[in-house]
Nanobody, 123 residues
Framework: QVQLVESGGGLVQAGGSLRLSCAAS????????TGWFRQAPGKAREFVAA????????YYADSVKGRFTVSRDDAENTVYLQMNSLIPEDTAVYYC????????????????WGQGTQVTVSP
């Protein structure tokens, strides 16, 4: 059974940093594309960042480019999202998901999802 578990969320002041983790059981991240998405109250789930199965390609939403970094540790079977220079607009529940195709922004391509972790950025 596949399970993705996000962790690392919390409350941080604007300008601060957080590192989110997405740990998997039942699958290997090295065989999938892994994406980070976020969803604020009353809004649709939106793409944040993704890393390809071979780790040779990453992709970011314009809104986080230069501030967020996605990476993967195959030994730990964990994907990370390092978030720096956080702003209040980054406040949302962050989800990780896996996809078999490399269409990083397409939420419908992601088959497995974690339960999400809350990130709150105060002004």
């Amino acid at each position: 059974q596949v399970q993705l578990v996000e962790s690392g969320g919390g409350l941080v002041q604007a300008g601060g940093s957080l590192r989110l983790s997405c740990a998997a059981s039942g699958l290997s991240f090295s065989s999938y594309a892994t994406g980070w998405f976020r969803q604020a109250p009353g809004k649709a789930r939106e793409f944040v960042a993704a890393i390809r199965w071979s780790s040779d390609n990453t992709y970011y939403a314009d809104s986080v480019k230069g501030r967020f970094t996605v990476s993967r540790d195959d030994a730990e079977n964990t994907v990370y999202l390092q978030m720096n220079s956080l702003i209040p607009e980054d406040t949302a529940v962050y989800y990780c998901g896996t996809a078999s195709m490399w269409t990083p922004v397409s939420v419908h391509e992601y088959r497995y999802w974690g339960q999400g972790t809350q990130v709150t950025v105060s002004p």
